[in-house]
């Protein structure tokens, strides 16, 4: 039998009239004694699960027999644990919101929206928008993956081509030329240098590469290294105006979502700013909810940012004004997930010639350099 504890399987024992006389826990896999092996929790089975349970509830299925249903057809262990747990804490009287804090894949949006259905008696309708929330941020999660996937494998197959040909080709081809008693062309020099370099100092390179990245993960994590780096990535061109609209996007569909579904302008506005993903734009939003409290409109400190667009100021400003905000920002946010889409396509056919002529120039330079002195052996025989 499956159970978070035996006391909830010695207490379902007895309403079928079962007396046990023994109850022990079954033994434990490897992934249980080494917690990272345990698989995680993905974003699609999240989506699954919410949209499951408001339709579960909306039928008329109480909440437990609910949860009790979705652990049973989880397929994720892990997964099935932790609802397996809410369902617990849901049967000794905690509420649903409360049960889902206690575990780290429900972040401070998923619980307020389902504090807000709770408080409002709306949770299957919450729950649905929340599983529609959680699928358009998926899609655009994969859009953007998609856009810097392509370009990460061609540089690292370039980085790995010119390596191998740097270690193993050129050495070849230095050894070949030492005989021929005349100065290479200075092309074919800087390449030999460059192959003698590499060679001499790989470890030193890997673990420079390794030791930066560690460096750089580090300072990303204190406050001002974040700061500091999101701005910088902001100003890159091409990429820089892509993760605005992205930004932008995720803030206006989290903003409308939450409105909509009950959730005050004030915890909106913060669960919003943790979800931006761009340090720059989370103060931004923090900033307009520090000018909410003392009594001012959303407009005027989102255009006193100078990160959201016009347009999106003057359709919050008509929100506003007409009490619809929350439908604006959703509008707002459907324009720029449109717009993300238009600049991921051209991105992708922009990378992909630029990529290959980077790729070809960088092989084809090293071979012609090597070539060069062997156009030159006609004069160097001639020469003796």
Known sequence: MEAPDER??????????????????KSKGLT???????????????VVFTRQL????????????ALDALAHQQENKTFKEIIQNIKADVEGGLSLTEALKKHKCFDNLYTNMVQAGEMGGNL?????????????????KKKIKGALTYPA??????????????????????????????????????????????????????????????????????????RQ???????????????RKVAVAKFARTLGTLINSGVSIIEALKVAAATAGNKVVEEAILNVRA????????????????????????????????????????????????????????????IEPFMIVFLGGTIGGIIVAMYLPIFQIGDIVSGH
């Open 229 to 243: 780096i999101d701005a910088l990535i902001l100003r890159v061109p091409v990429f820089g105006p892509l993760i």
């Open 32 to 46: 249980d004694y080494i917690p990272f092996l345990r698989p995680k929790v993905k974003a699609k089975e999240l």
């Open 153 to 226: 494998i061609v540089v690292s197959i370039s980085v790995i081509v010119v390596t191998i040909i740097l270690l193993f080709v050129i050495p070849v081809f230095e050894k070949m030329f030492s005989d021929f008693g005349k100065a290479l062309p200075l092309p074919t020099q800087i390449v030999i240098a460059i192959s003698n370099f590499v060679k001499n100092y790989i470890l030193a390179i890997i673990g420079g590469i390794i030791l930066g990245s560690m460096a750089l993960k580090r300072y990303y994590a204190t406050e001002k290294g974040r």
């Open 54 to 65: 408001a339709t579960m509830i909306n039928a008329g299925l109480p909440l437990v027999q």
């Open 124 to 140: 299957d309708e919450v729950l649905m928008r929340l599983a529609t929330y959680m699928e358009k941020s998926l899609k655009l």
């Open 291 to 350: 000018n909410i409290t003392e009594g001012r409109s959303i407009a005027d400190p989102l255009e006193e940012s100078g990160i959201f667009p016009h347009m999106v100021v003057q359709m919050v400003a008509v929100g506003e004004s007409t009490g619809a905000l929350d439908t604006m920002l959703n509008k707002v946010a459907e324009f720029f997930e449109d717009e993300v889409d238009a600049t991921v396509e051209a991105l992708t056919s922009m």
């Open 8 to 25: 909830l399987v010695r207490l379902h024992l007895r309403r079928l009239k079962i007396t046990p006389i023994k109850i022990k826990p």
